[in-house]
Structure formats: structure tokens, C-alpha cells
């Protein structure tokens, strides 16, 4: 099986992504191994990790819609906005509504400006605004423009003494925190909201169905690759098949004429090897990144 590929992971909890990352190094042997958008310690589910030239399709995966199954508990505050943070603030929530959670949560949905944890791996000045916090530090993040496309309430629940559960699936933009959506609902209930779970279930097309789990990777070691280079450009991407003259011009980094395919797509040669993810602007066909093998 092929070195180069993608790995849907089921990542456990208490693990981060890097941890994820140098468990697949080790049992891939390769150390270009990287990951398609973090996941809290606390949060499990699918984390799409890629092996050798596949790395270079993660910035894509990045840029994917997610989905995820949360729990959102409302009458207390916590400093991560999430059950790893120690919990700052209670807040009785005997009057709130369950009519009013629904509502509350309906206006978290749609396009939003959110601001994003302040115990975030969003780089302020050069270091990680988690580690500012870390530091005893008040970091001010800016709001920014997220799309929450689905937000479900599954339950409304109240079998702890003074606080609600509610039970949530949600589909969003790259770059949304569910932790930020627990927190602003809890804001605007005047009762204060953490995370207490997180499962991401679906990243683009890759989904909890086909995510492997570490132990099932360790048996297979070192083939872990589930998806290989070519198989994962064709669910990720458009498809263009390149004629033998077109796919030396690609191969050697020239442009293609436009087929009027909206971009980025995936270009193959004629024996189905994966040359290129190209984009088409100002009438030609230009690679973004070239995969063919040298």
C-alpha cells in the first residue's frame, strides 16, 4: 500500500492532535505526517491526518465544513469555555426556559461574527493565545465571520441539580468554536455555558463511519494509510483527466487550457495517477500544487 495518503482518525479523548500526529510518525516511520484541523484534548472523533505528499491536500481539508455532536452545559462558566478549564462562575438556572435555550441557540446559527476561546492555538503577536492565558495574561481576540449552517437541539436536559444539558449537532464553517457557541448561548441566558463534550463526526466528506481508531492503526503498522493519494483527491475534488501531453505540461508545472471546471480540482493522468490540484483564473488552467512524483 501506498505511503501517501490520508488517515480518518478517531481521536481519542485526552489526546492532542500533535500527540495523534507522532503516534502516525512512528507507526508510519515517515516523519512528513501532519493533521487537517485541530481538535481539542477533551473533543474526540474524526481528525484527518495526511502521510507524505498527501500533507500537501491537509491545507484543503482545513478549509472543509464540520460537523459535530456537542453537549452544552448552561449555569456555569468555565476559563476554557470548556470541562478543562476550572469553572469561574454559577449561575441558578431554574428560570431559564427550554423555549429559551432554543431561541437562545437559533441565534447563534447562520453567518456570525464569533469570538473565537481566548484558550485558543490562535497566534497572538507570535505566540498562542492559550499559552498568553496560560501566562495569567487577558487576551482580546477579534470577532470574526464563521457560517453555522445546522444547529439541532437533540435534548434540553436537567437531570443535574442546577444546571441545563442540552445536547447539540451541529454542521459549520472552518474555523467556528463550538466552545464560543456554548459560551455566547450561555451569555445571552445570563447564565454562563462550557462544553462539557465534544465528537466531530464529519470533516468535508470524511465522516465517523470510516474513521479508524489508533489500536486498530497499530495493528496494521506500518500500513495506516486508508485513503492513498489518489483515492483521497478523488473524494476530496472535481476530477479532470488529462490527456499524455497535457499531463507532461502539467507535471512540469505549465498551465492547461480551462474545461470551465470551478476550482480547485483534481487533475489525472491517463493511468490514473493523481498529477496536480489546479485552479482555473484569467483563462488558463494553473496548478495550486503539483503531486506527480518527480
Known amino acids: 500500500m501506498s505511503t501517501d495518503g490520508l488517515i480518518v482518525v478517531d481521536k481519542p479523548g485526552g489526546m492532542t492532535s500533535h500527540d495523534v500526529v507522532a503516534r502516525i510518525r512512528r507507526l508510519a516511520r515517515t516523519r512528513r505526517v501532519g493533521h487537517g484541523g485541530t481538535l481539542d ?3 474526540t472523533g474524526v481528525l484527518v491526518i495526511g502521510v507524505g505528499r ?20 448552561l449555569g456555569q462558566s468555565t476559563v476554557t469555555d470548556d470541562a478543562e478549564g476550572d469553572v469561574i462562575a454559577t449561575t441558578p438556572v431554574a428560570g431559564v426556559t427550554d423555549e429559551a435555550v432554543r431561541a437562545a441557540l437559533a441565534a447563534l446559527t447562520g453567518e456570525i461574527d464569533q469570538v473565537p476561546s481566548a484558550v ?8 498562542r493565545a492559550y499559552k498568553r492565558v496560560r501566562d ?14 445546522r444547529l439541532d437541539v437533540l435534548a434540553v ?17 472552518s474555523g467556528t468554536y463550538i466552545r464560543a457557541i456554548a459560551r455566547d448561548a450561555g451569555l445571552a441566558l445570563g447564565v454562563g455555558g462550557h462544553l ?36 483521497a483527491a478523488q473524494r476530496f475534488f472535481p476530477r479532470r483527466d ?3 501531453a497535457e499531463a507532461r505540461t502539467l507535471s512540469h508545472g505549465g498551465p492547461l ?35 506527480a512524483p518527480a
Open 54 to 73: 498527501a500533507t500537501r491536500l491537509l491545507t484543503y481539508v482545513i478549509g472543509a465544513g464540520k460537523s459535530y455532536a456537542a453537549t452544552i452545559r
Open 157 to 173: 436536559r436537567r437531570d443535574a441539580p442546577d444546571v441545563v444539558d442540552v445536547d447539540v449537532d451541529v454542521t459549520c464553517s
Open 257 to 291: 487550457a480551462p474545461v470551465g471546471i470551478a476550482g480547485p480540482y483534481a487533475v489525472f493522468d491517463p493511468a490514473g495517477g493523481l498529477i496536480a490540484i489546479v485552479s482555473e483564473r484569467d483563462g488558463r488552467a494553473r496548478a495550486e500544487i503539483v503531486l
Open 196 to 231: 462539557t463534550a465534544l465528537r466531530r463526526t464529519a470533516v468535508g466528506g470524511f465522516t465517523l463511519a470510516e474513521a479508524a481508531a489508533l489500536a486498530r492503526l497499530e495493528e496494521t503498522a506500518p500500513e495506516v494509510v486508508n485513503l492513498p493519494l489518489d483515492a
Open 120 to 127: 485558543s492555538a490562535i497566534k497572538v503577536n507570535g505566540e
Open 41 to 43: 484534548p477533551m473533543a
Open 136 to 149: 495569567g495574561e487577558a487576551v482580546e481576540l477579534p470577532a470574526r465571520r464563521v457560517t453555522v449552517s
Open 242 to 244: 488529462a490527456t499524455e
